[in-house]
């Protein structure tokens, strides 16, 4: 989910999340467990998988930059593919990004 090289489309949703790492998680670890929980590390295996190509819908950790003056703080910034998301729902598209990233335990 972490994905430096990662550019942009014109049909990518972008989020940026303010984020504090766990002692010992390193930022891109942070940021791409952010990526993946917001996204489809969360969906379930069944046997279907091979129908779905997951790294089409996942979200992708591109950048990372330490909060200025904050010690241990960083912006992850991540991109999501439009088609994640169910047309024309916000609720859906805005549960689905922040949802499941509060009380995340990895941040």
């Not at 591109?62 to 439009?82: D, F, S, T």
Request: aromatic share 14%.
């Amino acid at each position: 989910y972490y994905t430096p090289d990662y550019e942009t489309k014109d049909t990518d949703i972008l989020a940026a999340f303010r984020v504090t790492p766990q002692p010992g998680v390193p930022p891109e670890e942070a940021g791409a467990a952010v990526a993946a929980e917001s996204s489809t590390g969360t969906w379930t295996t069944v046997w279907t998988d091979g129908l779905t190509s997951l790294d089409r819908y996942k979200g992708r950790c591109y950048h990372i930059e330490p909060v200025a003056g904050e010690e241990n703080q960083y912006i992850a910034y991540v991109a999501y593919p439009l088609n994640l998301f169910e047309e024309g729902s916000v609720t859906n598209m805005f549960t689905s990004i922040v949802g499941n990233v509060f009380g995340f335990k990895a941040l």
